[in-house]
Protein backbone atom coordinates (compact mmCIF):
# COMPACT_ATOMS: atom_id res chain seq x y z
CA UNK A 1 0.00 0.00 0.00
CA UNK A 2 1.55 3.39 -1.12
CA UNK A 3 1.47 5.90 1.58
CA UNK A 4 3.25 9.63 1.61
CA UNK A 5 2.88 11.09 5.06
CA UNK A 6 3.32 14.81 5.38
CA UNK A 7 4.69 16.24 8.38
CA UNK A 8 6.17 19.64 9.74
CA UNK A 9 3.16 22.25 9.04
CA UNK A 10 2.49 24.50 11.27
CA UNK A 11 2.17 28.87 11.85
CA UNK A 12 4.63 30.49 12.09
CA UNK A 13 5.64 34.67 11.81
CA UNK A 14 6.41 36.27 8.67
CA UNK A 15 10.47 35.85 8.58
CA UNK A 16 10.26 32.60 9.98
CA UNK A 17 11.20 29.26 9.06
CA UNK A 18 9.52 25.31 9.24
CA UNK A 19 11.12 22.18 7.80
CA UNK A 20 8.74 19.74 6.23
CA UNK A 21 9.40 16.38 5.67
CA UNK A 22 7.56 13.60 3.90
CA UNK A 23 7.89 10.15 4.96
CA UNK A 24 7.15 7.49 2.13
CA UNK A 25 6.40 3.95 2.28
CA UNK A 26 4.67 0.90 -0.08
CA UNK A 27 6.88 1.56 -3.44
CA UNK A 28 10.89 1.85 -4.11
CA UNK A 29 11.29 5.70 -3.06
CA UNK A 30 15.00 5.69 -4.94
CA UNK A 31 13.34 5.26 -8.20
CA UNK A 32 11.32 8.61 -7.98
CA UNK A 33 11.56 12.05 -8.32
CA UNK A 34 9.92 13.95 -5.56
CA UNK A 35 8.36 17.18 -5.53
CA UNK A 36 6.78 19.80 -3.38
CA UNK A 37 3.54 20.91 -4.09
CA UNK A 38 0.98 23.97 -2.82
CA UNK A 39 -2.40 24.87 -2.65
CA UNK A 40 -3.85 28.40 -1.52
CA UNK A 41 -7.37 28.84 -1.23
CA UNK A 42 -8.47 29.80 -4.51
CA UNK A 43 -5.48 29.07 -6.31
CA UNK A 44 -4.57 26.56 -8.51
CA UNK A 45 -1.72 23.80 -7.02
CA UNK A 46 1.18 24.72 -7.78
CA UNK A 47 5.04 22.94 -7.93
CA UNK A 48 7.67 24.32 -5.49
CA UNK A 49 10.41 22.08 -5.35
CA UNK A 50 11.28 18.95 -6.90
CA UNK A 51 14.20 16.57 -6.57
CA UNK A 52 15.41 13.75 -8.89
CA UNK A 53 15.38 10.13 -7.31
CA UNK A 54 19.15 10.17 -6.46
CA UNK A 55 18.83 13.20 -5.22
CA UNK A 56 21.43 15.35 -7.76
CA UNK A 57 19.49 17.88 -9.09
CA UNK A 58 16.83 20.60 -8.18
CA UNK A 59 14.31 23.00 -9.30
CA UNK A 60 12.43 25.76 -7.66
CA UNK A 61 9.93 27.82 -8.60
CA UNK A 62 10.58 31.18 -8.91
CA UNK A 63 8.79 32.40 -5.98
CA UNK A 64 11.03 30.42 -3.58
CA UNK A 65 14.55 30.09 -5.18
CA UNK A 66 16.95 31.10 -2.31
CA UNK A 67 14.41 30.87 0.59
CA UNK A 68 13.51 27.02 0.44
CA UNK A 69 15.55 23.81 0.03
CA UNK A 70 14.54 20.65 -1.17
CA UNK A 71 16.27 17.41 -0.36
CA UNK A 72 15.84 13.88 0.34
CA UNK A 73 17.38 10.68 2.11
CA UNK A 74 16.85 7.50 0.40
CA UNK A 75 18.06 5.50 3.43
CA UNK A 76 15.08 6.65 5.14
CA UNK A 77 12.27 6.82 2.20
CA UNK A 78 11.86 10.77 3.49
CA UNK A 79 11.95 13.96 1.69
CA UNK A 80 12.24 17.42 3.44
CA UNK A 81 11.54 21.00 2.47
CA UNK A 82 13.55 23.65 4.72
CA UNK A 83 11.40 27.15 4.68
CA UNK A 84 13.30 29.85 5.67
CA UNK A 85 12.49 33.54 5.09
CA UNK A 86 8.56 32.53 5.25
CA UNK A 87 6.30 35.12 3.71
CA UNK A 88 2.39 35.54 4.10
CA UNK A 89 1.95 34.80 0.62
CA UNK A 90 3.49 30.73 1.55
CA UNK A 91 0.50 30.08 3.26
CA UNK A 92 -0.69 27.06 2.35
CA UNK A 93 -1.34 23.41 1.82
CA UNK A 94 1.65 22.11 1.21
CA UNK A 95 1.42 18.09 -0.84
CA UNK A 96 4.48 15.69 -1.24
CA UNK A 97 4.27 13.92 -4.78
CA UNK A 98 6.38 10.75 -6.12
CA UNK A 99 6.60 10.48 -10.06
CA UNK A 100 7.82 8.23 -12.40
CA UNK A 101 7.49 7.45 -15.81
CA UNK A 102 9.08 4.44 -17.80
CA UNK A 103 7.74 3.38 -21.80
CA UNK A 104 4.75 1.40 -20.98
CA UNK A 105 3.68 3.80 -17.42
CA UNK A 106 3.41 6.82 -15.33
CA UNK A 107 3.35 6.89 -11.97
CA UNK A 108 2.20 9.20 -9.74
CA UNK A 109 1.38 9.20 -5.78
CA UNK A 110 0.19 12.08 -3.51
CA UNK A 111 0.04 12.79 0.22
CA UNK A 112 -2.92 14.30 2.31
CA UNK A 113 -1.07 17.77 2.63
CA UNK A 114 0.16 19.76 5.45
CA UNK A 115 -0.82 23.52 6.47
CA UNK A 116 0.95 26.11 6.45
CA UNK A 117 0.64 29.09 7.95
CA UNK A 118 2.54 32.37 7.72
CA UNK A 119 0.88 35.52 9.78
CA UNK A 120 1.72 37.65 12.27
Known amino acids: QVQLVESGGGLVQPGGSLRLSCAASGFTFSAYAMSWYRQAPGKERELVAT????????KYADSVKGRFTISRANAKNTVYLQMNSLKPEDTAVYYCNAYKFTLANEYSYWGQGTQVTVSS
Open 51 to 58: ITSAGGST
